[in-house]
Every structure is written in structure tokens, then in C-alpha cells.
């Protein structure tokens, strides 16, 4: 393959200094009214990977207090607000909107041969409500603070916290708006502007999950949208809808809370899942095995996810009866989760697999995200999860389907798509590196929790039993790995920005349309309108070079 891309029949290549979408137009203020989706997705993308930061720092101070049983650097009530502020900004900044606002903005409308999304305004003011809602939950650190965890459990919310908990509230009562509209806006796209041509069953499975999380970020998140401006009205005016004292009932808030809050954990993961099929297929040169079913499991994925929010309650004091139906039904998402893990080993199976970079996060998808999902099934399981619940079990069960699940396939998906968003290539080799140093730290950091958890090390504690400290110290020191990946790939991608060679228009040999345009993509995406004769995964008999 040529290392510039040429202009192809038709006529997406751009030629060195050509003009494309970043170029087109320039200055701050053509970015912060622009209704072009791929720019939309990359200031959504530079405010996720901010998010992220800040995360981060929280997570790695989190891990230094817990180097030794007793304070190391913080007392008890900071590190509720540090624990508070990671699990917020991850959940709520970082990885809700991490897949489909930022790589599904850029992608979605490329991948059926749109020019733009449905509602090109509205994308625009989903993104000024993201920031805005960012402000508010942010703005809670110099207000007094947050400590009632991401959950926001009350009665603590509503009442007994000192802390800003209405800022916040109010905060992701904002970006929930955001993801609704977002959610609406691909639902629309998808179903009105694919290119003649592009079936349903021609569309990457990427979309077909981006469309199963649409589904539940319009129906699911109203419901917290709701109970957040409930909570809001309890703690400011005591109407009593939760707090017993005041004659509500906290459970019922628990049941608010996660009847989105699961459905919300597919927002997460459904998304993680897609980019990890669109890499699998490319790097290693398969057409996806079992394309229909990978593309009904997302859809049986975001359905079946509304019916189980009970298994975050078995010891709340719902009934046995709830418990033991919410427990049988948990283990129904395992059969679609089981489906996709099949599908993806035999697409593998016989397929000349490159380890290129984002095969490499591909293939730790595959792991971590099989860790996360079976050791969820240990979690549904009743009886068991009266032991495990709110132990350091629960903390890698989760770390390992978030972190090494969807923000292991979110960072697979921008060494995947980072030559055709920026036009750069980045050094495989620093990359690599970068990769190691994630891959062997998140294990060393989350694998030893789950050993702790077992072992009765309770969750949101700051100092713990001796007897604890050395499994402890192995995970923190796991976090400065971690941290130390990280470092070396963001080092690595704005190095790329800098010096990095031209990326061609289809560096990996994929088949799907968005490696037809050039790289970095024309404002228009494409010159004409494409017409589609095959599907994503198939490649054109002549295409050798
Ligand atoms: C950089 C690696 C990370 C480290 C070292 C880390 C570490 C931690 C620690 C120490 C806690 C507190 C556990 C406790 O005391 O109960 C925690 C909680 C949490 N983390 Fe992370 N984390 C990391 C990445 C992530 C990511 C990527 C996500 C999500 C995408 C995430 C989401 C959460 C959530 C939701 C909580 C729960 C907070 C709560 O209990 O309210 N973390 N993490
Ligand atoms: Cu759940």
C-alpha cells in the first residue's frame, strides 16, 4: 500500500496539504459552533480523555492511601470524596460518553456513507450540555465537596451529607440530557440517511451496538433524570419521597437508581464490545463469524438488561421472592454475552491475525472482559453475593468489565481509528510499550482485589487489618504501572500529532467505509455519495496492493 492515500474511484483520496476537516476552516470559534459530527467527536474525545485525568489522579491517590493499614496521606473523610470524585468522573465523564459521543460521533455517519448525523444542531448542543453538566458536578470540589459515593445513596444524600450533593446531582442530571439526545440522534441516523445500498445487515456490528446502546440511553435515562431531581427536591425542600424520617423509602430509591444504573452498565460495555468486533475482523483479515448473531446479541443485551437491576439489592431488604427472580433472571445476559465471546474466538479461528496495537487491546478485551463477565455470574448468584457484597470482590469484578472491558476496547479503538482521525500514524513500537505496561498493571492491580474480597476486605474503607497490607501494596503498585501505560500512550499518540508519518487511507486493510475516505476525512466525508454492494466485512475481489 502506497504511504499517500490516491484518489480512488471515488474520489475519496485527498492528497498531501489537500483540505479535509480539520483544515477546512480554522480558529477556536469554527470549532465551538461547528455542526460537523467528526468534530463534534473529537472535542467530545479531548473532554473524555480530560475526564479521564482526572480520574486517574483520584484512582492513583485512592491506591496510595490504601499502601498501609492506617493514614498514609489522607483521613477518612477526604478519601470518601477521592472515591467519590474517581467513581463520578469515571462513570459520568469518562465512560458513558466515551464510546458513542466521542469514536461514535466521529464514525457512525462515515460507516453508512452519511454526510452528518440526523440532527447536526442538536449534536452540537448535546455537547454544550456535556459541558455544562461537567461544570456543575465539577464544581461541587470547591463548594464543599462529594462524598456519598457515584451511587448517591440517600438517606446520606438527601440529608445527613454536608457535602454539595445538589450541585452534582444537578450536574448529571444535565448530562443525562445530553446522552438522551445523543442516543436520539443515532437511532435517527440510522434508521434515515444509510447510503443506497446500506441494508441493515451491511452495517459494521460496531453500529449495530452503538444502536442498542441508543435504545437504552433513550429509555433508560430519564428514570435517573427523574429520581436525581426527586433526591434534589428532598435534600432542598424535605418532601419526604426517600427518607424514612420523613416518611419516604430508601429503597425506592435503589430501585430508581438501578433500574438505570444497569441498564447504564451496557451504555458502558455494548459500545466496547462493537470496536472490539470491528478490530477483531480487520486485524486479522476475517469476515466476523455469526454476524447476525453478534448484532441480535446486542439488541438482547440492551432488552434482557432492564429486567435485573435487583441483583444490586439482595441485601437491601427486598423481598426473597424479588431477590431470587432477579437472580435467575442475571444469568440471562449471560447467554448473549456467551454468544458474542463464541462468535469472536471463531472469527479468529484460522484468520491471519497481525498483532498490530489494536489487536493487541482486542485480545485483552477478550480476556479481561471474560474475567469481568464470569465473575459477574458469581455476584448474581443469591447466595453467594450475601458473602461477596461490598467486599474488594465487587471492586475487581467491576474494574475488570469497565476498565478492562470498555476502556481497554475505547483505547484499542483509538489506535484503530487514530490514523484516520488525525491523518498521523504513531509509533507501533512506543505503543506497544505503552499497551504492556496497561495490560500487566491492571491485572496486577485488579486481580489481587478479587484475593482480597474473598478474604472479607470490605469496599469504601481507608485503613484495614494488617494481615491485608500485602495484597494491597501489590495492587498499588500495580496502579503505578498503570499510570506509568498510560503516561507512555498518551506520549505516544501526541507524539504522532508532531512528527508522526502520513497515514494512508486505509493503513490496516478494513473494509468498512470509513477506510474508503481519505485521512484525515473532507468535511463531506465522501465526494459522492457511496453506493454499497457488500458488507463490511467483505473485501473487494481486486483489492491486492
Ligand atoms: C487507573 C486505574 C484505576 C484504579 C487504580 C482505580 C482504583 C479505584 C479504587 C481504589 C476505588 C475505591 C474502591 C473502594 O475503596 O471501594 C475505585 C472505585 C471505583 N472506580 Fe476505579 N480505578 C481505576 C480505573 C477506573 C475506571 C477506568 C473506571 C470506570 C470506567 C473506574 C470506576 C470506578 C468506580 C465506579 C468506582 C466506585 C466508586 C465508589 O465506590 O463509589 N475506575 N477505583
Ligand atoms: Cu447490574
Given amino acids: 500500500m502506497s504511504q499517500t492515500a490516491t484518489v480512488d474511484e471515488l474520489g475519496h483520496g485527498t492528497e498531501a496539504g489537500g483540505k479535509n476537516y480539520l483544515n477546512q476552516e480554522a480558529g477556536v470559534w469554527s470549532w465551538l459552533t461547528t455542526v460537523d459530527h467528526k468534530r463534534i467527536g473529537i472535542m467530545y474525545l479531548v473532554s473524555v480523555l480530560v475526564g479521564f485525568t482526572f480520574g486517574g489522579l483520584f484512582a492513583l491517590l485512592l491506591r496510595l492511601e490504601l499502601l498501609t493499614p492506617k493514614k498514609t496521606i489522607m483521613d477518612a473523610s477526604m478519601y470518601n470524596q477521592a472515591f467519590t470524585l474517581h467513581g463520578a468522573a469515571m462513570v459520568f465523564l469518562f465512560i458513558i460518553p466515551s464510546v458513542p459521543a466521542a469514536l461514535g460521533n466521529f464514525f457512525l455517519p462515515i460507516m453508512i456513507g452519511a454526510k452528518d448525523v440526523a440532527f447536526p444542531k442538536l449534536n452540537l448542543m448535546s455537547l454544550y450540555l456535556f459541558w455544562i453538566g461537567a461544570i456543575f458536578m465539577l464544581s461541587s470540589i470547591v463548594t464543599g465537596g462529594l462524598d456519598t459515593g457515584w451511587t448517591f445513596y440517600v438517606p446520606y444524600s438527601s440529608g445527613t451529607s454536608t457535602t454539595s450533593v445538589i450541585s452534582a446531582t444537578f450536574g448529571v442530571f444535565i448530562m443525562g440530557f445530553s446522552s438522551i439526545l445523543t442516543g436520539l440522534n443515532f437511532i435517527v441516523t440510522l434508521h434515515k440517511l444509510r447510503a443506497p445500498g446500506m441494508t441493515w445487515f451491511r452495517m459494521p456490528l460496531f453500529l449495530w451496538s452503538l444502536y442498542a446502546t441508543s435504545i437504552i440511553q433513550v429509555l433508560a435515562t430519564p428514570v435517573l433524570g427523574i429520581t436525581l431531581v426527586l433526591l434534589i427536591f428532598e435534600r432542598a425542600f424535605h418532601v419526604g419521597i426517600f427518607d424514612p424520617t420523613l416518611g419516604g423509602d430508601p429503597v425506592l430509591f435503589q430501585h430508581f437508581f438501578w433500574f438505570y444504573s444497569h441498564p447504564a452498565v451496557y451504555i458502558m460495555i455494548l459500545p466496547g464490545m462493537g470496536i472490539a468486533t470491528e478490530m477483531l475482523c480487520v486485524h486479522s483479515r476475517r469476515p466476523v463469524f455469526g454476524y447476525k448473531a453478534i448484532a441480535f446479541s446486542s439488541i438482547a443485551i440492551a432488552l434482557v438488561g432492564f429486567l435485573v437491576w435487583g441483583h444490586h439489592m439482595f441485601v437491601s431488604g427486598q423481598s426473597e421472592l424479588a431477590s431470587t427472580i432477579f437472580s435467575f433472571l442475571t444469568f440471562f445476559v449471560a447467554i448473549p454475552s456467551g454468544v458474542k465471546m463464541f ?72 489506535h484503530h481509528w487514530w490514523p484516520k482521525m488525525t ?78 508519518e502520513r497515514a494512508p487511507a486505509n493503513p490496516w486493510g478494513g473494509a468498512s467505509l470509513e477506510w474508503e475516505t481519505a485521512s484525515p476525512p473532507i468535511t463531506e466525508n465522501f465526494h459522492t455519495t457511496p453506493v454499497i454492494e457488500r458488507g463490511p466485512y467483505d473485501h473487494p475481489v481486486e483489492e491486492s496492493a
Fill in 343 to 414: 462468535n469472536w474466538l471463531s472469527t479468529l479461528w484460522g484468520g491471519s491475525i497481525r498483532f498490530t496495537v489494536p489487536m493487541l487491546y482486542a485480545l485483552t478485551f477478550l480476556f479481561l472482559f471474560a474475567i469481568g463477565g464470569l465473575t459477574g455470574l458469581f455476584l448474581g448468584m443469591l447466595s453467594v453475593d450475601l458473602h461477596l457484597h461490598d467486599t474488594y470482590f465487587v471492586v475487581a469484578h467491576f474494574h475488570y468489565v469497565m476498565m478492562g472491558g470498555t476502556a481497554i476496547a475505547f483505547f484499542g479503538g483509538l
Fill in 423 to 500: 491523518g498521523r500514524m504513531y509509533s507501533e513500537k512506543l505503543a506497544r510499550v505503552g499497551w504492556a505496561f496497561v495490560a500487566i498493571g491492571f491485572n496486577v492491580t485488579f486481580f489481587t482485589q478479587f484475593v482480597l474480597g474473598s478474604r472479607g476486605m470490605p469496599r469504601r474503607y481507608y485503613n484495614y487489618l494488617d494481615q491485608f497490607q500485602p495484597l494491597h501494596a501489590f495492587s498499588t503498585f500495580g496502579s503505578w504501572l498503570l499510570g506509568i501505560g498510560f503516561l507512555i500512550t498518551a506520549v505516544t499518540l501526541l507524539k504522532s500529532l508532531k512528527d508522526g
